[in-house]
């Protein structure tokens, strides 16, 4: 917002530089062409970038030493590593007591050695935001009857974002039940943390997107009603008003039940999903950006002061959306995610103008 308060404060500034003592800003050329002119108008914002990978990394560090404490035999069993030849007189003894229903207590289970959940990337996931239309409003100073510069604005419209793919927290561990006397265990599975997918969208955004533009009008004031232009100028890109979708901030919460359940020695809650001691809080974040904006359009003079105006232009924007899991009772992160957004939109706008 400081950003646009800034550009307002110096477009007021215009008028003041334009009648200074320099022929190129003179109107004594008898164009007569009016220096201010204002349109609204629909603005329809469509998206055109492609869903990029989640990144995810967590509080747990590679080989993460964790008591397993008390588990149930078949989870022991649902995860062992089929890539790993087995400890027959280990996993003979789990199946064992798997088979009566049975659990292995705190005091057999031993330790385990976490791997996998420190960093990883998750192809073919991603969010994407959704096409949206706005009132949009338009305003230009002309320097000249062809030069002007232009200011985008608009309502600042809610976006959906919608979520693609499944992510997965690919779990590995090496157990060493009754402290690895007759061998360890290793274990290994891709635990499913939530599908960014699972509803119509995965979260939402209030977007503001001041943008401002150099233009160049060809033909020339009260000769040519239909006169085409080009231009090019920046876009600034700030989101606020962020929700997450409910099913996805659940299977957040669960995901940071999982690794504190580590960090609290206790690895076999983790791997049956069990609530932990800590307190979750979910954040979701969006940075700022700047893209470059470029512009196609024409305006079709009725009369002296109204006129129609379409535009057509393209802004290369990408910004980045964070998630972070948070223990409340701690204040430690305990899950953090980071995913560019690639937006790249294309803005059509249609609309009606007053020249002053």
């Not at 050329?29 to 220096?35: E, M, V």
């Not at 108008?41 to 590679?62: D, S």
């Not at 409910?246 to 039940?257: F, N, R, T, Y």
């Not at 409340?328 to 103008?353: C, H, M, R, W």
Request: aromatic letters at 10%.
């Amino acid at each position: 917002m400081k950003t646009m308060l800034a550009c307002m404060a110096g477009l007021a500034t215009l008028p003041m530089v334009a009648h200074a003592d320099s022929p190129y800003f003179s109107l004594q050329d008898g164009d007569g062409f009016k220096r201010f002119s204002v349109s609204v108008g629909a603005l329809h914002v469509m998206p055109q970038g492609k869903a990029q990978p989640v990144r995810v990394n967590t509080a747990i560090n590679e080989g993460y030493q964790s008591k397993v404490g008390d588990i149930q035999a078949q989870t022991v069993i649902d995860n062992l590593d089929p890539d790993r030849k087995p400890n027959r007189v280990v996993e003979g003894l789990v199946r064992l007591i798997g088979a009566f229903g049975g659990k292995v207590s705190s005091g057999l289970s031993g330790d385990s050695y976490v791997y996998g959940l420190s960093e990883w990337d998750n192809p073919g996931t991603g969010l994407e935001a959704d096409d949206v239309t706005t009132l949009g409003i338009m305003s230009n100073y002309y320097f000249t009857d062809n030069i002007s510069f232009e200011m985008k604005a608009g309502i600042p419209p809610k976006v959906d974002i919608k979520g693609k793919g499944t992510i997965y927290a690919p779990f590995a561990a090496v157990a060493t039940p009754l402290g690895g006397i007759a061998g360890n265990l290793n274990l290994a599975n891709d635990i499913r943390i939530t599908d960014l997918a699972q509803s119509s969208k995965a979260a939402e955004a209030r977007a503001w997107t001041p943008a401002f533009e150099f233009q160049y009008h060809f033909g020339k004031t009260g000769v040519n009603k239909f006169r085409p232009y080009v231009g090019v100028g920046l876009m600034y890109a700030y989101f606020n008003e962020l929700e997450m979708d409910k099913g996805i901030e659940s299977d957040l919460v669960a995901a940071g039940h999982m690794i504190q359940n580590i960090i609290n020695q206790n690895a076999g809650a983790s791997l049956e999903m069990k609530d932990s001691t800590g307190r979750m809080k979910v954040d979701l974040e969006a940075t700022d950006a700047f893209a470059p904006v470029a512009t196609v359009g024409f305006t079709y003079d009725f009369n002296e002061k109204w006129f129609a105006v379409g535009s057509v232009s393209y802004a290369h924007l990408k910004n980045e959306s964070k998630i972070t899991v948070i223990n409340e009772n701690t204040g430690q992160p305990l899950i953090s995610s980071k995913a560019d957004v690639e937006i790249n939109p294309i803005l059509a706008y249609a609309g009606f103008g007053m020249r002053f």
